[in-house]
């Protein structure tokens, strides 16, 4: 039995999707596959024989019969999106448990999302706009209607009229200038969900317990990147949820983890405002956007494009408690003549070593490059064993591996995954 978590390693849209569906397939007949924080604002991209498929709610463990997947008490619940899902785990033949403490994700939220971030002008965060600073904002006010709500019209009600929660709400879309909808209206906007849900309730902390008591196998599955973490990404650009292990911890009281894999591009993308040190806006970030097809998952945005950043990922790694890392993506960086990556941060005259990258140094270093050869071979799509892969793209796996090594303890984050292709089969153990 192992507990193995994934986390994003960089601003999200990593690969983590592609590398959980690897790993649930993996997994022992009844492992648990388990989304722990985020919501909606997530993309979880996954091919299987052809056909793509995008996880936003549900864990990417849904491809995969023998797997039990959960949607853990932290988990912004969209309605709409679990239903819609829920149709894939359906001809999939997996089970999905929803919590029934999760908040769920009110048209209320959505709105007030949309109206905060037209205000905001050229301050605004970029967000995703599926409500989930609002959702998170009354949540950890302690205001929520909870999945566990939808058994009854009158309880949703009674949640939406607890301290004022539905009230402040409405007060604050129509300060606005915007029209709330009534209350009545947002207990029937639930209650329509409520058949196709009710069947999946359940206490998702207690089944986890219990798998770990029996020797299952669970896979926690994270959202974002940990550049996007509320606490440890560059705020106010930054999601509103925990991205790290931390979010396992607070949702499941699960300290111990035999792997936390962090997944990380061979080089960096980033989707909405904020501040990104080695990004490419010319020519060469052009280039890797449509090479990566970097158009975001879930709003259809071009990403922002640049260079793998060492010293951001090894404080990603630290902050996150990641241990190893899988780099997606490689075969992208195929054909460029050299490679770039930021290797140093110069912050107020020193450099930068495990200090915290606020969104301040984020913006007032500057940044030292390491500049490799490329390789020649056109696409490392096929390549099955470390051996074969270009002496260029093993020099490039080295300089990653120096970037990482903390000069406190000479601890090493090994990567012991490569991405090679989009594929289920395009990935390298090592
Ligand atoms: P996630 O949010 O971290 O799951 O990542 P997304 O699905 O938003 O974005 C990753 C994109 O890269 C998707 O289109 C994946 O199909 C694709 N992808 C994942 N791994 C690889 C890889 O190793 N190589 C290539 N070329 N594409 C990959
Ligand atoms: P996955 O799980 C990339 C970004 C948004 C915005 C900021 C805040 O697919 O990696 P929010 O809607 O969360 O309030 O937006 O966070 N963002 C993501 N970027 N991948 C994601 O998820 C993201 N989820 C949120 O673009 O900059
Ligand atoms: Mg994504």
């Known amino acids: 039995m192992s507990i193995v978590a994934i986390l994003g390693a960089q601003w999200g849209d990593e690969g983590k999707g592609k590398i959980v569906d690897r790993l649930a397939s993996e997994l022992s007949s009844g492992g648990l596959c388990v989304r722990f924080f985020g919501g909606s604002n997530a993309g979880h991209t996954i091919w299987v024989d052809g056909e793509k498929f995008v996880t936003h709610l549900l864990p990417s463990g849904i491809m995969h019969r023998h797997v039990l997947n959960l949607v853990g008490p932290a988990v912004a619940c969209d309605l709409e999106v679990i239903c819609d899902e829920l149709k894939i785990a359906e001809r999939f033949g997996s089970e999905v448990a929803i919590d029934r403490s999760a908040p769920v994700v009110l048209p209320l939220h959505m709105l007030l999302d949309g109206l905060r971030e037209d205000r905001a002008g050229a301050k605004k965060i970029g967000t995703t706009r599926r409500g989930i600073g609002p959702l998170y904002g009354a949540f950890f006010a302690r205001n929520a209607v909870r999945m566990g709500d939808l058994t009854n019209a009158d309880k949703v009600r009674a949640s939406l009229l607890e301290r004022g929660y539905y009230e402040e709400m409405a007060a604050l879309i129509q300060l606005y200038g915007a029209h709330a909808p009534t209350c009545d209206e947002t207990v029937e906007w639930c209650m329509q969900f409520a058949p ?235």
Request: aromatic share 8%.
């Open 196 to 430: 196709k849900v009710r069947p999946h309730l359940a206490d998702t902390r207690r089944i986890v317990c219990a798998a770990i008591e029996n020797d299952r196998d669970v896979l926690f599955e994270g959202a974002q990147g940990v550049l996007l973490d509320v606490f440890h990404g560059s705020q106010p650009d930054t999601t509103s949820s925990l991205c790290t292990l931390a979010g396992v911890n607070a949702s499941f009281g699960v300290y111990q983890f035999d792997r936390v894999i962090g997944v990380a591009k061979a080089y960096a993308t980033r989707v909405g405002s904020g501040p990104f040190p080695s990004e490419l806006t010319d020519e060469t970030g052009d280039r890797l956007r449509e090479l990566g097809h970097e158009f975001g998952t879930t709003t259809g945005r071009p990403r922002r494009c640049g260079w793998l950043d060492l010293p951001l990922l090894a404080y990603a790694c630290r902050m996150g408690g990641i241990t190893e890392l899988a780099i997606t993506k490689a075969d992208v960086l195929s054909g460029f003549e050299t490679i770039r990556v930021a290797s140093r941060y110069v912050f107020e005259g020193g450099v930068m070593h495990d200090d915290t990258f606020t969104s301040r140094v984020l913006r007032e270093s500057s940044i030292g490059y390491r500049t490799l050869s490329g390789w020649k071979e056109d696409s490392l799509q096929g390549i099955k064993t470390p051996g074969a892969f270009p002496t260029e793209f093993h020099q490039f796996l080295d300089v990653i591996r120096q970037g990482l090594t903390r000069s406190s303890d000479n601890r090493i984050v090994p990567i012991t995954m490569i991405g090679t292709g989009p594929d289920r089969e395009d990935l390298v153990v090592l």
